[in-house]
């Protein structure tokens, strides 16, 4: 028995299913995760290494080479960048995107600890960092005060941050930009040179005296007890009376001990500022929170809306909450902004629908809801979230997913027309067109499917958008071939006027009157139409070049950040100076409602695919929020650029947002070659070239200034004369200057604090720290500094760069507004070309160039495989290798009309735009399909050639046309909207279908006569 045929017979069982379908269905909507964009893993680590004192040479040769030689082994190993700084530096390695993220993660770790013991003893940290989305904060919010002290908004912002914690939905919340407490204890240099004593023996016994170590178990008396040391300090008092020394029992002293309060001042303090925090110009620390995977971001707020509030009444009269950033508004304006679409492309659908008839409309509008619903209960159960991308997906769908029930519908009114009870006309018309409703349903699936197997992270961004529509298409399908044709032998008119509605005589009308008498006309020229609609096609494609490639689009979200960068070695001072200029300038603009500047630091990270910058005193960031996105918004941002520009000194880059996977700059040339000085000169003429090219800005070249630094030469032979050991040296200097962890302080409430033992300085490190500082020799003499060493100002690297084990240099810029950036790059590496490098070095892109073919890379496999599986379909479905040429034969047609309008709207060649192209094979060959199919219907019946060709073409062209008008119509709203990740996707399904309804109702009658399949009269 046929499916549709059960459907009717058994009603009440199908009643069943619909209310099921439709009861999974809401409670899918209601539970799914919602979020801005898709969450995907990304298989990178970075690797962050804190090595005080080492310079970029020291830093490459002792640290970044093991860690890469030690990496390199492992399997799916894409790419492998390092950087290497002054006292620190990071090693990024990235692997193949299809691997186990987690199990990477644990090879990455145990080939670090493989090695951890061969890398230098002074390394203070090394630790290993997911670049995950997930970790994208949803909220910033910031504390704010200029008379609080730091002591008390960090204790107010991690009572905060614990609270959001205590949220089931929130992963992570963090307190930032504060100076941590600590004990710091100044030494007296003069003192320690007239008692003997090393700088370095106090911070050792210091830091012996906190170690808490247990005793160990001891039985007494039947029980069992824990032995409890002296360890572990409690009060700053106790480090006070902490003995260091005796002095004998002669001496000026008579005889004491030397306790840690007698030489040095031991205080509550703070460690050394390295990043500050403001917002909208006043002192502030921030606080943030990230959201669990798989959670409704809307829920999550409210939770995190309700404990600030109450969080918020706790807070005394001298700081104020301010909630800067929340993500949740702009989930909100886009699930807004595409449900608005969404409700204009039912308004359209139905439209096109009104040939039908109300009833039949009304039937097939059934299917949308029902489809839709069931789709998304796919999705859910999946693991997919409702996101920009999936609703863009379902709003694509739309247009698609009422064919299978237009056709049917169509289908069952006719033969109700030709005088068949409403069960007859159900089951007959079904049957008849159930086979070509399945291969056309098959074909566009498999436009979609390879979607879902894109590589690389491109791949996973947009993943959720095909899977939409897989879902439901798939879902419409059942929907057509059951639901649909029980309603009908139903609902629909039994004595159905033969001609149709009025709608539909009009529209027949005009199908007689100008279709018709087209397709006889080019019948008589077959071939002249054929070479014809190949020279549009060959034309089309000769836009491509005009209109240039991209990958991803602007986000277009109200967000944006500025970052700033001085000359490398610029203090936090001047790095704070320069964005208090930054503040002022934005205060001139009423569109922006928040501007928070962290100094010596990166912004939180509050967009899943921009990273925060790490720590150093020559960076900062400026996080602006605006009242809202619009088409003012690029002159506005171009604005901001220019006011900028009068600020000098710094780098300063204005960065919008986007779409699709990370990238560093739009446009990026890396030099790669053995020698810096030599890699220093080459970028410097790359970076000319750069600056001349009128469609660049923001070019940034990192070996553009070497910074000075002072070098503390030492007298090795009055050293060893004197009994002063080098190394011994070098680490009292670094203690006298930069200080020394040694241990910690546990408070009554559990808080641990450092203890730093350090020499006498103000808020920052200077060389007054260094006054009256001795060196105790091997026989007890104190020897002044100034007698073993001299200052002398140094040049020196920034730092090193490498790129797959080999030193590179990473040059970047952005693209004015109004420039492509395939151009841009284009010419640029002409350029380069035309300089010509040494012999041992070259360039390779990087930006979007290098993540556009790493994204494009997939489309051949996948537009291989949407061919040969539709072929393989659509040969099963005719048996014939002519029947299905002529099917494919409208991809051309399809392609034209794709390319034109993308061309007409001024869109590039984008990623979205090529799965547009990709998903319009599928959709344009159902159409054939139906045409093919019932030609070769009426010829099995008897007619001749042309007249089948003339009627199937007439009775056929009505449900194409309402299948195409339904498809442009739900595509329409996304078009318009001009948002760029999926109007050009819309723009070119649109254009494609356009062209193939009307170009390829022609052709492929045309084709059919020049090509006809071998077929015999039943």
Known sequence: MKLS?????NYQFTLVIFFLLSAIGISAYQNIPRTEDPYFDISAFRINVLYPGADPREMEQQVAKPIEDALRSLDDLKEMLSTSRN??????????????????????????????????????????????????????YSLVSETASYADLANYAEDLSEAFERISSVRESESRAYPEQQVRVTLNFKKLAELGIQASDVARVIEGESLNIPGGPVEQGGRLLNVQTSGQYRSVEEIRNTVIAGTGAGGELGGRLIRVGDIADVQWDYENQEVMARFNGQRAVFVTANQKDERNIFVTQKALEETANEFEKTLPPNI????????????????????FDFALAVMLVLITLLPLGLRAAGIVMVSVPLSLLTGLACMYYAGFSLNQLSIAGLVVALGLLVDDSIVVIENIARYLRMGHSRVEAAKLATRQISLAVVGCTATLLFAFLPLLMLPDNAGKFIRSLPVAVVFTVIASLFVALTIIPFLASRVLKKDENEHGNIVLQKLMGLIDRIYTPLLHRALQTPKTVVAASLVLFVASLGLAPLMGMSLFPKANTPQFVIEVSLPPGSSLTATDSVIKQVEDKLTRFDEITAVMATVGQGNPQIYYNVFQQDKQSNVGELFVQLKAYDDDTPKLLDDIRHELKQIPGANLIVREFENGPPVDAPIGIRLVGPEIETLRDLSAQVERIMLNNPGTQNVDNPQRTGRSDLRLKVNFEKAGLLGVNSAQLDQAVRLAIAGKFAGEIRQSDGDAYTISVRGPAGERSSLDALDDFHVISRNGQAVPLTQLTTLELDSNINSIYRFDRERAVLLTAYTRTGYNTEKVSQEIARQIDEMGLPTGYRYKMAGEVKSREESFAGFGTAILITVFGILAILVLEFGSFRSTLIVLFVIPLGVTGGMVTLFLTGNSLSFTAVIGFIALIGIEIKNSILLVDFTNQLREEGKELDESIEEAGRIRFLPILLTSATAVGGLLPLALQGGGLYSPMAWVIIGGLISSTFIGRLVTPVLYKLLPPDLQAK
């Open 5 to 9: 045929d059960f459907s009717i017979k």
């Open 87 to 140: 006292s620190g530096g990071v090693v990024f390695v990235r692997f193949n995107a299809e691997v186990d993220v987690d199990k990477k993660f644990d090879e990455v770790n145990r080939e670090l600890n493989s090695i951890r013991d061969k890398l230098p003893a002074g390394i203070q940290k090394l630790e290993i960092e997911r670049i995950n989305p997930g970790f994208t904060n949803i909220i910033q």
């Open 320 to 339: 104020k909450l301010e909630r800067g950033f929340e993500q949740y508004k702009n989930v909100e304006q886009r699930i807004d902004r595409l449900t």
